[in-house]
């Protein structure tokens, strides 16, 4: 897996101009993409345009995905598989934004910020597409469910001196 000498130039480019938060992304970016395209050609038998009589499939273009990371939003291509399905286990499906934001949301929720303000939160967070108001009622539906189990537990189990 060789770098072409254009792709080094660019990053030659960028290491000179000093910009190192774009230097990491796209590093982060490429090196991503290219454990996808390996598991790719893994799950088909081939690599791109490689003729062999183990080949499952074809590949059929790539679908965009973003996927948010500290250093980020990464615009990925997932490979598309002519027969079946394909989707790289470095990522988990349906997953836009990690455990602290998460917790980010929840807490905002808690206290009563509204779904559109979350957003903007989210955003000033360092992900810049932020967040849809969906997600946010889906991530503190999950929330309520606890909320719930916490204020419907049993409390037998236990002798309280006062009530």
Known sequence: MALSE????????????????????????WLVQELIEAEAAAAIGADRYERTGERLTHRNGHRPRVWSTKAGDLQLGIPKFRKGSFFPEILEPCRRIDQA????????????????????????????????????????????????????RTLGHIEFPYV
């Open 101 to 152: 934001l998460y917790a980010v949301v929840m807490e905002a929720y808690v206290n009563g910020v509204s779904t559109r303000a979350v957003d903007d939160l989210v955003v000033a967070l360092g992900i810049d597409t932020g967040i849809s108001k969906s997600e946010v009622s889906r991530i503190c539906a999950g929330l309520d469910e606890r909320v719930e189990a916490f204020r419907n």
């Open 6 to 29: 254009s792709a080094i130039e660019e990053l030659l480019n960028a290491i000179d101009a000093g910009d190192g938060t774009d230097l990491i992304r796209d590093l982060v970016r």
